[in-house]
């Protein structure tokens, strides 16, 4: 595994460095401040890509790598300088000031790491008694492995079919809230935290990777994800992947099998890709038809309806207006600008408003159907009105555009305040994953599973921040659950495994 590292760190910092100068002609500002942002930023995912890292502090630099210095980097070579989702075009001018911002955020994420790694090093956990719920999987592999696929199925095909949860709309229906949350948690932690201690458990106690295990917890994956119409998908399959790297000594045909997944990764992806991005047009352009049917059941002019409906049905899916809507366009769009960081950044920085008092006033929003988000309307980030909610009689769009943790918490507009919260969030978080590992009997795959969810949801971050606990909650529940399929040896649990 350390080679593999090592060959990445290399790649990594060639293209890194190529790109970089490419950018720097194109930059419109100081060129140390832009020369200290680029390599701080690389040298601190080249710093966690490495066997002592644990998989948070891997995956936030991603997220970092991805959100600051590739859309940053991209934008300016690829996109004419256009940062997507950063205000009005007239934010640009503060562009040293978001990028200076930007490196006192990850210098204190890097200083976090280094601590951690300093005096909080990881140890293995593992307990060698086999717990009720293995020793069940183990005798009866075939009957669970059979009613999980099952299960599965029926849970992602009854999320679509009936429009529980998915990502960029909301629906107005009668199903109870508790069943649409259980629906939500199972297809987001539920059923993937069953697929790691399947896997496991394999790993732990019969000392093998089962490709076919692999392969049939990647199809609960990509039912789960093109249920919810989520693109997200790639990156909870290299996750997974990413963790059985672990276990490489487990591995009988380690060539054969890591390109198998590689086979499935990119072939799931492109698929769910392409049907979610399908999907998503119809559905806007559903919605649409029905707002310009009740358009013209009030008389609206003939041009103003040719005009909305050039307007209202459409995914914008470039920064040229003139480019048509379609699955390829959509995901092409997506490469470079999912990715949340510098251009929140842009529209914070740009702002007039930053203080405590907006910060405090920020926490306070909550979810709401017809309106913009608080971010959205205070940093002026739809400015050209490309983010209007659209309310149809089925379903409610409503792509909601957020800051990250990073962006948001300078609302403050207090440096100091960035820095000090951002390195204890990161080392709390970072000693979280040791803390699941030790409750799980060092479950590496779950590990990396709710470590990439919690770096996911801090980088999607500012949107009805109080309803974080939601999360919380969801989280140490798939924890809890995985403690006792791995560690439950109690009472008549333990009593029924003995006589057995």
């Given at each position: 595994m350390r080679n593999i590292f090592k060959l990445f760190n290399v790649t990594l910092f060639v293209l890194s460095t190529i790109f970089s100068l490419l950018a720097l002609q194109l930059h419109e500002g100081s060129i140390l401040n832009y020369l200290i942002f680029c390599i701080i930023i690389n040298l601190l995912f080249i710093y966690t890509l490495n066997t002592q890292s644990l998989f948070f502090e891997i995956y936030f630099a991603a997220f970092i790598w991805l959100g600051f210095w590739f859309k940053y980097i991209f934008s300016l070579v690829f996109l004419n300088g256009i940062i997507y989702d950063s205000g009005p075009i007239s934010n640009m001018v503060n562009i040293d000031k978001a990028i200076f911002t930007s490196t006192v955020a990850i210098s204190a994420i890097f200083l976090s790491f280094i601590f951690r790694k300093k005096f909080f090093k990881e140890q293995n956990y593992i307990i060698k008694e086999v717990s009720f719920f293995e020793t069940q999987y183990l005798k009866n592999r075939n009957i669970v492995i059979f009613l999980f696929v099952l299960l599965f199925c029926l849970i992602a095909y009854m999320n679509y079919s009936l429009s529980i949860y998915q990502k960029g709309f909301i629906y107005i229906n009668e199903i109870h809230p508790f069943i649409s949350n259980f629906f939500r948690w199972m297809l987001l932690f539920g059923l993937t935290t069953l697929s790691c201690f399947f896997i496991y458990t394999e790993i732990l106690r019969l000392k093998k990777v089962s490709l076919p295990l692999s392969v049939l917890i990647f199809f609960e994956i990509f039912f789960s994800y093109s249920s919810m119409l989520s693109r997200a998908l790639i990156m909870n399959l290299s996750v997974i992947t990413f963790s059985l790297l672990k276990y490489l000594n487990f591995v009988t045909n380690k060539k054969f099998f890591f390109s198998t997944l590689l086979i499935f990764v990119l072939?799931?992806?492109?698929?769910?890709?392409?049907?979610?991005?399908?999907?998503?047009?119809?559905?806007?352009?559903?919605?649409?038809?029905?707002?310009?049917?009740?358009?013209?059941?009030?008389?609206?002019?003939?041009?103003?309806?040719?005009?909305?409906?050039?307007?209202?049905?459409?995914?914008?899916?470039?920064?040229?207006?003139?480019?048509?809507?379609?699955?390829?366009?959509?995901?092409?769009?997506?490469?470079?600008?999912?990715?949340?960081?510098?251009?929140?950044?842009?529209?914070?920085?740009?702002?007039?408003?930053?203080?405590?008092?907006?910060?405090?006033?920020?926490?306070?929003?909550?979810?709401?159907?017809?309106?913009?988000?608080?971010?959205?309307?205070?940093?002026?980030?739809?400015?050209?009105?490309?983010?209007?909610?659209?309310?149809?009689?089925?379903?409610?769009?409503?792509?909601?555009?957020?800051?990250?943790?990073?962006?948001?918490?300078?609302?403050?507009?207090?440096?100091?305040?960035?820095?000090?919260?951002?390195?204890?969030?990161?080392?709390?978080?970072?000693?979280?994953?040791?803390?699941?590992?030790?409750?799980?009997?060092?479950?590496?795959?779950?590990?990396?599973?709710?470590?990439?969810?919690?770096?996911?949801?801090?980088?999607?971050?500012?949107?009805?921040?109080?309803?974080?606990?939601?999360?919380?909650?969801?989280?140490?529940?798939?924890?809890?659950?995985?403690?006792?399929?791995?560690?439950?040896?109690?009472?008549?649990?333990?009593?029924?495994?003995?006589?057995?």
């Open positions: 072939s799931m992806s492109f698929v769910n890709n392409y049907f979610s991005n399908y999907v998503r047009i119809n559905f806007a352009k559903e919605i649409g038809e029905e707002i310009l049917i009740k358009e013209k059941n009030k008389n609206i002019k003939l041009e103003t309806q040719k005009k909305d409906d050039q307007n209202i049905v459409q995914f914008k899916v470039s920064n040229d207006p003139s480019t048509k809507p379609s699955p390829i366009n959509m995901s092409i769009f997506v490469v470079i600008n999912r990715w949340t960081g510098i251009d929140s950044m842009i529209a914070v920085v740009s702002s007039n408003k930053l203080s405590f008092g907006l910060f405090n006033q920020s926490l306070k929003e909550k979810k709401i159907i017809n309106k913009k988000t608080f971010y959205e309307t205070t940093f002026q980030i739809d400015y050209d009105g490309g983010k209007e909610v659209m309310i149809g009689e089925k379903r409610v769009l409503k792509g909601n555009t957020l800051p990250g943790i990073i962006s948001f918490l300078f609302y403050t507009g207090n440096y100091y305040f960035l820095f000090i919260v951002i390195f204890i969030l990161t080392f709390l978080l970072s000693n979280f994953e040791i803390f699941c590992r030790k409750v799980t009997n060092n479950n590496m795959i779950f590990a990396s599973f709710i470590s990439f969810m919690i770096c996911f949801r801090l980088f999607n971050f500012g949107y009805a921040p109080s309803d974080t606990y939601l999360f919380i909650i969801s989280v140490l529940v798939a924890l809890l659950v995985i403690h006792l399929l791995s560690r439950s040896n109690y009472f008549f649990l333990n009593k029924n495994n003995s006589n057995q």
